[in-house]
T-cell receptor
Framework: GEDVEQSLFLSVREGDSSVINCTYTDSSSTYLYWYKQEPGAGLQLLTYIFSNMDMKQDQRLTVLLNKKDKHLSLRIADTQTGDSAIYFCAEGSGSARQLTFGSGTQLTVLP | KAGVTQTPRYLIKTRGQQVTLSCSPISGHRSVSWYQQTPGQGLQFLFEYFSETQRNKGNFPGRFSGRQFSNSRSEMNVSTLELGDSALYLC????????????FGPGTRLTVL
């Protein structure tokens, strides 16, 4: 079945860039998403990329997709303390009715 | 537009009881999905409804069921609750093509004692 893997923790200094990595196994993945979850809250959709794209930039967020290696990354520029949260990578194949999530990466931003 | 809403936000039940959770999708969204989030298993897909029909189902026992109404609101039901059902239950809605992603509600925190 599909599998999505992420490292569990990342710690950065305020103002630095953060890079969160994700690998997936389903070669038919059509859509890939990044979600953010703050304590006690639901999931906030940050950005997405289609499998026919290599890169997508959205303000401070840059998503890179390497289809050959099935590797996805999320770069957050000028990381702020408000960016501290858990970040989930998710993949959807076909019409993306069912998402498969990674285990989440806990991002801690140090002052 | 208002976001996805879920009620109640918190529930405490005892083993053997049943529970019903409710979800109202974003206006115009006809697809509603449910996910279970636990520290041990992470986020797992339960099922998806579209136009009152279940289209996809995850690997959960039959004690987990759901339905969708003509106004796209959805409910999920868990019967004969077990301790392991304690989790955050998240509802998500999406527009028809689904390409832009699923939008999640704040979740219902269920505690089974």
């Amino acid at each position: 079945g599909e599998d999505v893997e992420q490292s569990l923790f990342l710690s950065v200094r305020e103002g630095d860039s953060s890079v969160i990595n994700c690998t997936y196994t389903d070669s038919s993945s059509t859509y890939l998403y990044w979600y953010k979850q703050e304590p006690g809250a639901g999931l906030q959709l940050l950005t997405y990329i289609f499998s026919n794209m290599d890169m997508k930039q959205d303000q401070r967020l840059t998503v890179l997709l390497n289809k050959k290696d099935k590797h996805l990354s999320l770069r957050i520029a000028d990381t702020q303390t408000g960016d501290s949260a858990i970040y989930f990578c998710a993949e959807g194949s076909g019409s993306a009715r069912q998402l498969t999530f990674g285990s989440g990466t806990q991002l801690t931003v140090l002052p | 537009k208002a976001g996805v809403t879920q009620t109640p936000r918190y529930l405490i039940k005892t083993r053997g009881q049943q529970v019903t959770l409710s979800c109202s999708p974003i206006s115009g969204h006809r697809s509603v999905s449910w996910y279970q989030q636990t520290p041990g298993q992470g986020l797992q897909f339960l099922f998806e409804y579209f136009s009152e029909t279940q289209r996809n189902k995850g690997n959960f026992p039959g004690r987990f069921s759901g339905r969708q109404f003509s106004n796209s609101r959805s409910e999920m039901n868990v019967s004969t609750l077990e301790l392991g059902d304690s989790a955050l239950y998240l509802c998500a809605s999406r527009e028809a093509s689904g390409r832009m992603g699923q939008f999640f509600g704040p979740g219902t925190r269920l505690t089974v004692l």
